[in-house]
């Protein structure tokens, strides 16, 4: 293990200890930073970024961390690059108290978590794959966070080199790590007035190679049912439940559709949350696919079902509400060619194959890309993410840390 795999290592394991986790409910609500605690992680970024002697350093009064590193003398006028990655954790499983474990050398054999979980490589390609390499899981009681503190501690460690380093020549670099991003508002106040960049990339993807330029189209419906209350024993026959309503509505959502039957390029319907009593009752529903046209129809489909819930439930009444969350990205992509063709040689130029895969999921870099900036994802090393199973690789760590260096020398051609 070299110099930068150790200090990568060392911020990973820092950066993970600190819990992150974000309120989807809170962040709907407006509140950013949904969690008060991203806020102790922005704090030592912050310090950390002055150590290393990146400059124009602070923290947003939403909790973005921004900084930059100046070009290298007589490359002032090359373009500004950015690198994005999110600080908060996804509230599937618990981030607090993370106690990550670390495999030097891994030798491929079942790895025992507490409370009975296991990582084994018979059920896990990618762990298998691993073979050799310094894997780092939880303890089993928590996710790990490596989505997405593997991308933070790759940028910072990258960050350091490049400053350290002035024989690597660059133009301006901006850094920027955001709040919210699991609950899909990370992008809500991000600084654009400071950005001057025109062109950014995401450290927040998986396996070793992973280039991804498009993404889920993403809505989120939220179906409320009113019911008429009344005694159960006099309920005949105008009793209605808000809680058999909104339970039949998820039954006709089809089962060929949902996440765990789908994958590559095909959509789904996800309930995500079922809540309420006899006279009222909701279902949060999140809506995703590749194309808008495909999109369209599976929202017209809820509105089908919704309308196929009232009329079977006479004096009952349901109301849909659609929000879009993001788009796919990939138009974008497509008008500016070299933001992508930069990545693919940065990746060719630390010796890897560039593999490309829709991401069945979104980042603050689609946002990005919506809102004018073009920002492809890169990958961390990261894998099982929202999980207790949730691993990473400092191999593949350290390679996407290269890949920052590649960059910010491409840029400066």
């Known amino acids: 293990m070299n110099e930068t795999e150790k200090a990568l290592l060392d911020r990973f394991v820092r950066y993970v200890k600190v819990w992150t986790t974000s309120d989807p409910e809170k ?33 947003t009064d939403h909790n973005y961390v921004c900084a930059r590193i100046p070009a290298s003398a007589g490359y002032e006028s090359m373009p500004s690059v950015g690198f994005l990655a999110h600080m908060d954790t996804a509230s599937d499983v618990s981030g607090k108290d993370v106690q990550p474990q670390i495999y030097e050398n891994y030798d491929g054999s079942v790895i025992q978590l507490k409370d009975g979980f296991t990582l084994d490589p018979e059920k896990d390609a990618f762990l298998k794959m691993a073979v050799g390499e310094t894997v780092i899981s939880s303890d089993g ?19 350091a ?120 009752a909701s279902v949060a529903l999140i809506v995703r696919d590749f194309t808008m046209e495909n999109m369209k129809r599976r929202l017209a489909a809820i509105d089908a079902f919704a309308a196929a819930i009232e009329a079977k439930f006479p004096g ?13 990205m990939k138009e974008k992509l497509d008008e ?27 980042t603050d870099g689609s946002r990005l890309t919506e809102m004018g900036i073009p920002t492809p994802n890169m990958y961390t090393g990261g894998h099982n993410f929202h999980s207790r199973f949730e691993w990473c690789s400092l191999n593949q760590m350290y390679s996407a840390e290269k890949v920052i260096v590649a960059l910010v020398g491409l840029w400066a051609e």
């Open 316 to 328: 009952g009444k349901v109301k849909v509400t659609h929000t879009k969350q993001y788009l796919n």
């Open 161 to 280: 080199e490049i400053i350290s380093h002035p024989e690597i020549k660059h133009g301006p670099v901006e850094i920027i790590f955001s709040p919210d991003e699991e609950t899909g508002h990370g992008m809500d106040f991000v600084p654009l007035d400071w950005m001057q960049s025109k062109q950014c990339y995401t450290f927040d993807g998986g396996h070793i190679g992973e280039v991804e330029c498009e993404c889920f189209t993403a809505w989120k419906s939220e179906i409320e049912f009113t019911g008429i209350s009344k005694h159960p024993g006099s309920a005949r026959p105008d009793f209605v439940n808000a809680v058999t309503m909104a339970s039949a509505f998820v039954n006709l959502l089809p089962q060929n559709e949902a996440p765990e039957a789908t994958d590559g390029y095909l959509g789904f319907y996800a309930p995500m949350g079922i809540s309420g009593e006899v006279e009222k």
């Open 336 to 362: 500016a060619p070299e933001v992508l063709d930069k990545l693919v040689r940065a990746v060719k130029a630390v010796g890897v194959e560039p593999v490309f895969a829709p991401i069945r999921g979104g």
């Open 141 to 159: 009681t928590t996710l790990l966070g490596a989505d997405d503190k593997a991308g933070i501690a790759e940028i910072m460690t990258a960050a």
């Open 27 to 59: 962040a709907d609500a407006g509140v950013i930073p949904s969690s008060e605690n991203q806020r102790d992680l922005a704090a030592m970024l912050k310090e950390e970024l002055t150590a290393i002697g990146a400059q124009d350093v602070m923290v």
